[in-house]
């Protein structure tokens, strides 16, 4: 149910700005969505589809996957997330909560936990595209 929270907040966000552009239509919406949050892309693009409004009838929504960044508080040392080097349950729990990440990820040259998401977290609208 992640994914769909996480869509219809896409969806109201979308319909504020294309009210507030006064867009009669709304063709694309490319949405940036942060590699640590694990989002089921099948899922959240059919939940896209369910609730779209009239005005995002003929609407595509793009969808591509900002690589996270991690840093170290410690050594400052800054490398990027690796998903595939964690376990099933691990992957699971990050994925419903992404700040249980500091408890099973740690900086590769001084294995401290205590890091910063510099790139990568979070749903971004970049861009809608319509017509007025």
């Known amino acids: 149910m992640h994914e769909w929270a996480l869509a219809e907040a896409v969806i109201a966000a979308a319909t504020r700005i294309a009210e507030k ?4 239509e709304v063709k694309e919406v490319t949405i940036d ?7 089921e892309r099948d ?19 793009q969808i591509t996957t900002a690589k996270t960044e991690l ?30 990440a500091h408890v099973y990820i740690k ?12 790139k990568g977290r979070g749903v971004w609208l970049e861009s809608i595209k319509g017509a007025k």
Request: hydrophobic content about 40%; proline content about 6%; aromatic content about 12%.
């Open 107 to 118: 900086c590769p040259k001084c294995a401290s936990p205590d890091f910063e998401v510099t």
């Open 33 to 39: 969505i942060g590699e640590l949050q694990q989002v």
């Open 43 to 61: 899922i959240f693009q059919f939940a896209l589809s369910q609730l779209k409004p009239v005005s995002f009838k003929n609407a595509k929504f």
């Open 71 to 100: 840093r170290c508080r410690v050594c400052e040392h800054t490398w990027l997330f690796r998903k595939q080097k964690l376990d099933e349950n691990t992957a699971e729990a990050i994925h419903f909560v992404p700040e249980v």
């Open 21 to 24: 552009e006064k867009l009669k």
